[in-house]
């Protein structure tokens, strides 16, 4: 679909959808899937360039709409899940759910960990089956979404070891919509899944896990790249009140020293913001971008979007204050942004901070010796670990795409489990 | 357009592609940056500390820098400078400005202010000393700021000159001129034609041998002591009139541009300035540990990755042609503010002991308010893009009449 095309798509379908979205507090969903089907051969193969160039194309338009909420739901569809499942579905797991996705059929919404939450956790069910509990707070995209994908930490474990694919509609899986001040149009939910069986060609696997920092700093970066058009719009808009509206006789507000700087200092901010978010698009286009790159990007856009709102928000007097107002409204979702655990402030600085600090400080190690409960326990959680690599191993064999590192990367993490196993002295399963 | 000439050698490398061209740093640029950075190493850096307790700066930096190639950016090869263009200058307020060095300011007025508007606009009999300018032989100031004004100078510039046959005779008083106290040429606003207005103003050489021109006192700063700063008196002071820079009347606009790409280079330095000490407090394993300081300095270090980004994109503006005043004067204020705001947090971080002299820290404390005055102050820089951004609401006031916002 070519950018006239995407931005005439944009102005008349989406705009109109947006503004029945946030008057129903529903997520567009509907123009989400309508733009797949149109847009799906550029917008749904990541790992081509053209695929990001056009979600970075799309992703200003949808910010100049006026709604994060929308921009957000429309985004997310066309993004990360895709992405995820593109590089490291099985052909089972294509068939029943990226095809699908691609062609707008149904949706498909990531379950992002945030800093400081427990992940969910994968462990042993009955017979080959799987099982995953736990709880994500403010999923982007649910309700509404057909498919989630969560980020599972093997029992025992330590960070995220691999994702797994579940039907929203599952009874396991309950769903709490989240009722904000703002980003109305956007789908949140709390997540809760209780013991929610996952079969083998449900995982994506450890290789899935890996892919998720970039994965995840190209949704930041296209959603800093909405917020600076959704600051743009709410300048103008700012702009034409205060150059129209009589303060005294043959005087407008702009004419005012303080009412000019206080705009001037808007300006700047997002002026400044637009440049930074142009550079580091204009850098992904030729590659991927580091995760701390994208992180301070959108660590960025979020405060200078929320500074910019207020100080509309200030400069309209009363009309700032009707909730009906366009400024008004991307102030509300200004403030709700951080909600979304993409870009939760903590983990915004945390990521960030990899551009100073290298890696992550590492968690203390526990350092007392377990008990046999305990290592049973570890047993169990290195199975599970093997289960994960192993359907790595058996997803790249079967994928299209052959995934010929992530196949490496799974034997070799097999070796690791191998030998963890022997320690623990008590196999519980071996891969064949 | 630019007073630097255009440059051949900023080719972007294939690896650096997505950065404003010519900001992609290909060999040439990293070359160059390399050879500052050894320039600040071998000649300020060792003097740095004494040359700032006794608030002076030796002639010989200007030498040393000449023969670096540092002062002469925007002179062309064949009038004795390097022939480089804007990305360059940029190049070198950032690598001066990041060590935090004496004297920065100073070599920069020279580089950045003074050789560029000899280049481009003194006549032949000047020919030697832009040569010797931007050689180092010479030191050159900019004298426009005056004690009764320096941001509405149309209107309050009360410096005059009057032409006396082949001479001008001018009169007045300059204050706060960088270099003033070193300097052998400094580049003269006077008033030479009657009434009020952008105008009416030239742009002079005056060589501080030239009878009336009288050297005032060195000011005693808050900070910047080994960026020395000085006022100056012209009685009656004769000067050749073909030591004009220009046409009669232009010094004003003529200055004006070069002011811009000076306020760009300044928002850059203050950038670099700022990164500086926040490469610096991350080093500091108290603050590595810490998740609140981490945190605080990661969104430091973003804010200031999106001002270089701002401030890169408008210098390649500037590299192609247009320098947009208004985004200068911006640039310079926000960049100038955040800074400011980032230093302050970094000497947060650092605790009470960043006001004590031994700690390294204090110089910091004193010479960062210096960000939002020099160059123009923060609220004449916010005038200036207010002004532009009143324009803007009448037009869009005009297309949307009728429609309710």
């Given at each position: 679909m070519s950018t006239d095309l995407l931005a005439g798509f944009v102005a008349q379908r989406v705009a109109r959808a947006a503004g029945k979205a946030e008057r129903v507090r529903?997520?567009?969903?509907?123009?989400?899937?309508?733009?797949?089907?149109?847009?799906?051969?550029?917008?749904?193969?990541?790992?081509?360039?053209?695929?990001?160039?056009?979600?970075?194309?799309?992703?200003?338009?949808?910010?100049?709409?006026?709604?994060?909420?929308?921009?957000?739901?429309?985004?997310?569809?066309?993004?990360?899940?895709?992405?995820?499942?593109?590089?490291?579905?099985?052909?089972?797991?294509?068939?029943?759910?990226?095809?699908?996705?691609?062609a707008g059929a149904h949706s498909v919404a990531v379950a992002y960990?945030?800093?400081?939450?427990?992940?969910?956790?994968?462990?042993?069910?009955?017979?080959?089956?799987?099982?995953?509990?736990?709880?994500?707070?403010?999923?982007?995209?649910?309700?509404?979404?057909?498919?989630?994908?969560?980020?599972?930490?093997?029992?025992?474990?330590?960070?995220?070891?691999?994702?797994?694919?579940?039907?929203?509609?599952?009874?396991?899986?309950?769903?709490?919509?989240?009722?904000?001040?703002?980003?109305?149009?956007?789908?949140?939910?709390?997540?809760?899944?209780?013991?929610?069986?996952?079969?083998?060609?449900?995982?994506?696997?450890?290789?899935?896990?890996?892919?998720?920092?970039?994965?995840?700093?190209?949704?930041?970066?296209?959603?800093?790249?909405?917020?600076?058009?959704?600051?743009?719009?709410?300048?103008?808009?700012?702009?034409?009140?205060?150059?129209?509206?009589?303060?005294?006789?043959?005087?407008?507000?702009?004419?005012?020293?303080?009412?000019?700087?206080?705009?001037?200092?808007?300006?700047?901010?997002?002026?400044?913001?637009?440049?930074?978010?142009?550079?580091?698009?204009?850098?992904?286009?030729?590659?991927?971008?580091?995760?701390?790159?994208?992180?301070?990007?959108?660590?960025?856009?979020?405060?200078?979007?929320?500074?910019?709102?207020?100080?509309?928000?200030?400069?309209?007097?009363?009309?700032?204050?009707?909730?009906?107002?366009?400024?008004?409204?991307?102030?509300?979702?200004?403030?709700?942004?951080?909600?979304?655990?993409?870009?939760?402030?903590?983990?915004?600085?945390?990521?960030?901070?990899?551009?100073?600090?290298?890696?992550?400080?590492?968690?203390?190690?526990?350092?007392?010796?377990?008990?046999?409960?305990?290592?049973?326990?570890?047993?169990?959680?290195?199975?599970?670990?093997?289960?994960?690599?192993?359907?790595?191993?058996?997803?790249?064999?079967?994928?299209?795409?052959?995934?010929?590192?992530?196949?490496?990367?799974?034997?070799?993490?097999?070796?690791?489990?191998?030998?963890?196993?022997?320690?623990?002295?008590?196999?519980?399963?071996?891969?064949? | 357009m630019s007073v630097f000439p255009a440059h051949p050698d900023t080719r972007p490398a294939a690896s650096e592609a997505h950065l404003p061209a010519p900001f992609a740093r290909g060999a040439a640029h990293l070359a160059f940056r390399?050879?500052?950075?050894?320039?600040?190493?071998?000649?300020?850096?060792?003097?740095?500390?004494?040359?700032?307790?006794?608030?002076?700066?030796?002639?010989?930096?200007?030498?040393?820098?000449?023969?670096?190639?540092?002062?002469?950016?925007?002179?062309?090869?064949?009038?004795?400078?390097?022939?480089?263009?804007?990305?360059?200058?940029?190049?070198?307020?950032?690598?001066?400005?990041?060590?935090?060095?004496?004297?920065?300011v100073n070599l920069m007025v020279q580089s950045n202010c003074v050789c560029p508007l000899m280049a481009r606009h003194a006549g032949p009999d000047l020919a030697d000393a832009l040569r010797a300018l931007a050689q180092g032989d010479a030191v050159g100031a900019l004298g426009s700021t005056e004690p009764g004004g320096g941001s509405a100078l149309p209107h309050t510039l009360a410096t005059t000159a009057v032409r006396d046959g082949d001479d001008w005779v001018i009169d007045g008083e300059k204050a706060y001129i960088t270099n003033a106290p070193m300097a052998d040429w400094v580049l003269v606003l006077a008033r030479t034609s009657a009434g009020a207005g952008p105008l009416t103003m030239s742009l002079i050489a005056v060589p501080v041998d030239a009878p009336g021109f009288v050297r005032g006192p060195q000011h005693r700063k808050l900070g910047l002591g080994g960026s020395p700063t000085g006022s100056l008196r012209l009685e009656r002071c004769r000067v050749p009139a073909r030591y004009t820079l220009g046409r009669p009347g232009y010094g004003y606009p003529q200055m004006s541009a070069l002011l811009c790409q000076e306020r760009l280079l300044i928002a850059a330095g203050a950038v670099a300035y700022a990164r500086s000490l926040v490469k610096e407090a991350a080093a500091d394993p108290a603050n590595a540990a810490d998740p609140a300081r981490r945190a605080a300095l990661a969104s430091a270090h973003a804010r200031l990755d999106a001002g270089r980004a701002y401030a890169h994109a408008a210098a390649a503006r500037v590299c192609e042609g247009d320098t947009d005043a208004a985004a200068c004067a911006m640039a310079k204020y926000a960049l100038g503010d955040l800074a400011q705001d980032v230093a302050a947090e970094c000497l947060r971080l650092r605790g009470p002991g960043a006001a004590r002299t031994e700690g390294g820290m204090e110089a910091v404390l004193r010479d960062v308010r210096a960000l939002t005055v020099f160059g123009g102050t923060s609220e004449t820089m916010r005038e200036m893009y207010g002004g532009r951004l009143a324009g803007a609401m009448r037009r869009a006031t005009l297309q949307m009449e009728g429609h309710p916002s």
């Open positions: 529903r997520p567009p969903l509907g123009v989400a899937r309508l733009l797949m089907r149109h847009a799906g051969p550029v917008l749904g193969t990541p790992g081509r360039t053209e695929a990001m160039d056009a979600r970075l194309e799309l992703a200003p338009l949808l910010g100049a709409v006026g709604s994060l909420g929308t921009a957000a739901t429309v985004l997310h569809s066309a993004g990360a899940p895709l992405a995820l499942l593109h590089r490291h579905a099985s052909s089972m797991l294509r068939a029943r759910v990226l095809d699908g996705a691609l960990p945030r800093a400081g939450e427990a992940p969910c956790i994968l462990r042993p069910s009955t017979g080959p089956l799987l099982a995953v509990d736990g709880r994500v707070a403010c999923v982007a995209g649910v309700p509404g979404a057909d498919w989630l994908v969560v980020p599972v930490q093997v029992e025992g474990g330590a960070g995220i070891d691999g994702l797994v694919v579940v039907r929203a509609s599952s009874p396991h899986v309950l769903v709490d919509r989240v009722h904000t001040v703002g980003l109305h149009a956007a789908a949140l939910g709390d997540v809760t899944l209780q013991d929610c069986p996952v079969a083998r060609w449900q995982v994506l696997g450890s290789a899935a896990a890996r892919s998720l920092p970039a994965v995840t700093a190209d949704e930041r970066l296209l959603m800093a790249s909405a917020m600076v058009a959704a600051m743009e719009g709410a300048l103008t808009r700012t702009l034409v009140f205060v150059g129209g509206r009589l303060f005294a006789p043959g005087q407008v507000l702009g004419d005012q020293q303080v009412v000019r700087h206080r705009l001037a200092d808007l300006m700047a901010d997002h002026d400044v913001t637009d440049a930074y978010v142009r550079e580091v698009a204009a850098e992904r286009v030729h590659g991927p971008v580091a995760p701390h790159r994208a992180a301070g990007v959108a660590l960025v856009a979020c405060a200078a979007l929320r500074r910019v709102a207020e100080g509309c928000m200030q400069l309209l007097g009363a009309r700032g204050f009707m909730d009906e107002h366009p400024v008004t409204r991307t102030y509300r979702d200004a403030v709700t942004l951080p909600l979304l655990p993409l870009l939760d402030p903590d983990t915004l600085a945390r990521d960030a901070a990899q551009a100073l600090f290298g890696s992550a400080p590492p968690v203390a190690a526990r350092r007392r010796t377990p008990d046999a409960h305990e290592l049973g326990a570890m047993a169990g959680s290195v199975a599970l670990g093997a289960a994960l690599e192993a359907s790595a191993v058996m997803h790249a064999a079967d994928s299209d795409a052959g995934d010929g590192a992530g196949a490496m990367d799974a034997a070799a993490g097999f070796g690791r489990v191998e030998r963890e196993l022997a320690f623990a002295g008590d196999i519980a399963w071996r891969a064949p | 390399e050879r500052v950075a050894r320039f600040v190493a071998t000649e300020i850096l060792p003097h740095a500390d004494a040359w700032d307790r006794e608030e002076r700066l030796p002639r010989a930096l200007f030498a040393a820098a000449g023969r670096a190639g540092l002062l002469g950016l925007a002179v062309p090869r064949e009038q004795g400078g390097a022939g480089m263009d804007y990305s360059y200058a940029v190049a070198l307020a950032e690598e001066l400005m990041r060590h935090r060095v004496a004297g920065a």
